[in-house]
T-cell receptor
């Protein structure tokens, strides 16, 4: 069983469309994250949820809206897609608040979004 | 603000040779330091971490890293590289002062020659 799974793995869409990426973790972790990896491989945190509560919300356009229906799921919805949104989006999870406890984030395999 | 610099974008090493990846960080308090590895098409996997104590930490896959506070560095080493070590390696820093957020470096791609 995959610990952190994301769907879809690849997503190609036109500018202006709305799309969602889903993430599920079966590790029993309390905290989940969305990271964006750009074409230069820079990884930047976007959001973090702890027990369905938003705890980290970086400077991200409000076209990006995370939703956590329960602590095992964290979805990312993107409205009005732009060319600059093309990236690989990684979901991750951690026990408690992660880096101050076990220090380990468990990452999904990523969802590569291409906006044409 | 915290930051991480990995000065080497690419490193090519022969199989069996030693490997050292550099990482310099900037952080205003006691840092928590991490190395992650990303194989092609995969997510990141934790190799090792430093919270406190012994400044030489051992990780998985035969990797180790040394924390040097005076140099703000946390370099990763492996004595003998295997072909399966070809991947992208990311150094990261975080801590309570940063609201538990991890900041990643830009990564170093390691290529292994037969």
């Amino acid at each position: 069983d995959t610990a952190v799974s994301q769907t879809p793995k690849y997503l190609v869409t036109q500018m202006g469309n709305d799309k969602s990426i889903k993430c599920e973790q079966n590790l029993g972790h309390d905290t989940m994250y969305w990271y964006k990896q750009d074409s230069k491989k820079f990884l930047k945190i976007m959001f973090s949820y702890n027990n369905k509560e938003l705890i980290i919300n970086e400077t991200v356009p409000n076209r990006f809206s995370p939703k956590s229906p329960d602590k095992a799921h964290l979805n990312l919805h993107i409205n009005s897609l732009e060319l600059g949104d093309s990236a690989v989006y990684f979901c991750a999870s951690s026990q408690d608040l992660g880096i101050t406890s076990t220090g380990e984030l468990f990452f999904g395999e990523g969802s590569r979004l291409t906006v044409l | 603000a915290q930051s991480v610099t990995q000065p080497d974008i690419h490193i090519t090493v022969s199989e069996g040779a030693s490997l050292e990846l550099r990482c310099n960080y900037s952080y205003g308090a006691t840092p928590y330091l991490f190395w992650y590895v990303q194989s092609p098409g995969q997510g990141l996997q934790l190799l090792l971490k430093y919270f406190s104590g012994d400044t030489l930490v051992q990780g998985i896959k035969g990797f180790e890293a040394e924390f040097k506070r005076s140099q703000s560095s946390f370099n990763l080493r492996k004595p003998s590289v295997h072909w399966s070590d070809a991947a992208e390696y990311f150094c990261a820093v975080g801590g309570r002062a940063a609201g538990n957020k991890l900041t990643f470096g830009g990564g170093t791609r390691v290529l292994v020659k037969p």
